[in-house]
């Protein structure tokens, strides 16, 4: 199918980095299921489990492992092992999992052009159950290429996983395929053994593998985000490969493994969900260069800044919403001056505050509090600060966040006759919170935040909804929900969680438009468990960039919970920024006038505003913008009659980057 891929320099002559060469597509499809975790809570809110239920929310699961044919727990997250509605029980039957490679029956092809963009589609792609085109994309100014099969399956409950890769690549005198290990040492291979019958899996840093060919080097990788499901965990399972075919040609590719690697997570692996009819486009990148393996692969990190988030001039990084268990972990080693590696971690990704967000045990709350705010102070420095946040299923509906401005404690109690605030001997001042009131009341004194971490699915699944007309969340210490991609994962979005949390974030205020309430945000969280060196930690959560100069002094996080509550940063997936934005003039004639940098070549900018009932988007291409570029851009609209307004940028890999709704008095 690539009869040649050459490139040269300048008016040098061209140097063939391949011929004769293809893509290669497989998939393995199994069936979807809601899980448990989201059915606890819909009970709860006395929802009847019929199939339209079920058919409406079981595409945002995460506790879903469609390739997991074992013997079901007999309770927990995972879904129902008796099915509700007409899904099926547990255990799976292996007739659910399909395997396929692609195949083709191509006469036509169609080519059009974007902005920057050429894209060639040959129609009569079939792959499993799914059936489209291959398209390949390249972009004027670098030498990245996007392969991608853009397919749609018409059967009621498809997940699924894909593998694509090169196959054909010229194997000859100083062939070698390239990766870093997870220790982020090079390694190579000179595929000078026999041919290999399966894809060789590579646990390779930065998901990145090179092959050097011909004088030349090729890089595979996937797109940083969208590849990802959700997880519990970070760790590295291999979503790299290479495979020599013969004596004379070997391919390499990119790839998803079969099921989690950590025991007790084996039943979550969700896979990608693909609701019937939706286009989902399984995509890859690749990156010929001429020269040695390591032009290839400072070309292709480049699109990450080597899976660091960048430092930008007036802001400081945060990750949120860190399952480390900071109190419990510290209190088990015995030690308050214990050192988590999870922080060193984060802090080596370009991660300036941290948020682990813990869930104290009634017994031992206010010890493990204890050891948890201590525990933050230790770990935090002038250019690092780890602050607390505290995960909470009661009172408030679904699953909350705490974010404190500075130690706070309290327990989940309130015999009757008990006073509101009571004096520890050792831990001073502590709140005893029995009721939706006395929380409220807490968080308010005590000048906290509250955010959803996964709203409409997990254990949050029917929220904030249900909520929605509560005095909690009717309150401007109640500042919105998490921004986090991957639960579900569908491949048919543009924009990382484009059918769960984004439109969230414009229905949050609309419901609030015609009250004098802030707007609601988001807030980039990553919801993972322990991390240790290895990790991927830049592929698996976003970020928001905070505007603010310099860290607060340990123990006192104010200053964060300031910039929070008034919106003073934005959220990315890393690769697109908004160094600055405003807007210009009133009524008819209002003007956004937003700085944006970006690496992967631009998609779209949009600015997006409600008047309380409608939501309006108005969209400007992009295209026409080279990779690793900035620009101002003014877009004009109408803000008569409209309540919020927001902006946002998103690339041709779907990462990107979103402003706090900003309220327009009407």
Known sequence: ??????????????????????????????FRRISNQQLVPLRALELELTQEVVDRYKWDVFWDAPLDLRE???????????????????????????????SYAVSTCRVTRDGRTLSVAFPGMSLGSFSG?????????????????????????????????????????GSAVHWRDIANQMQAYGLRGPANEDHVVLRAANRLVVAETNGAAIAAFPPPHTFFWAREVEINVGNNWYRKDGDSSFSIGV?????????????????????????QHMAAYFYPTLGPASEAFDAALAFT????YRPLDGYRVMGSHYHTNLGRQLQATGSIDSRLSDFEVLRSAGIDIAGPVDRPRDDTQLEEQHWLFRGAERHSDDDFIVMPQMENT???????????SHPVYYVDERPEGTPLIAHHPEYGRVYNIGSVTDMMGMIEAEDMLVFMPHPRTKGST??????????????DWYRGVGWRWGMGSDLSERRLSEKRVIPLLDDMNNWIADTSLRPKYLLAITETYGKAPGDDIYANGPVSYLRMDDLPEPGNYGPIVDALRDGEYFVTSGEVLIPSHRYEGRGTNMTLVADVEWTFPLDFVEIVYGDG??????????????????????????????????????????????????????
Do not use: C
């Open 462 to 475: 029917g929220y904030p909804d249900a909520i929605r007309q509560t005095s909690q969340f009717q309150s």
């Open 394 to 404: 009661n009172l408030l509906g679904g699953h909350w966040d705490l974010l404190f």
């Open 255 to 279: 790839r998803q493994g079969e099921q989690e690697v950590v025991e007790r997570y084996l039943a979550n692996w969700s896979l990608y969900s693909a609701p019937p009819g939706s286009e």
């Open 133 to 173: 085109e291959l398209v390949v994309s390249v972009y004027r100014g670098t030498n990245l290429i996007r392969a991608e099969s853009v397919a749609s399956t018409e059967l009621p409950s498809v997940a699924y996983k894909y593998d694509v890769g090169i196959t054909g690549l010229d194997l000859s005198e």
């Open 613 to 666: 009932v409608r939501t309006t988007t108005r969209r400007m291409s992009a295209t026409d913008l080279p990779a690793f570029g900035r620009e101002t851009f003014r877009i004009p609209f109408d803000g008569t009659g409209q309540a919020w307004v927001r902006f946002a940028a998103w690339d041709t890999a779907g990462n990107g980057a979103m402003t706090m709704p900003f309220r327009l008095y009407r």
């Open 72 to 102: 079901p727990p007999r309770m927990g997250n995972p879904p129902p092992i008796e099915g509700v509605a007409d899904q099926p029980g547990l255990p799976r039957s292996p007739n659910e999992i399909r395997r396929a490679d692609a």
């Open 1 to 30: 199918m690539i009869d040649e891929l050459a490139i040269r320099s300048d008016d040098d002559p061209r140097t063939v980095v391949t011929s004769n060469a293809a893509f290669e597509f497989k998939i393995v499809e199994g």
């Open 305 to 308: 800044n080597s899976d660091v």
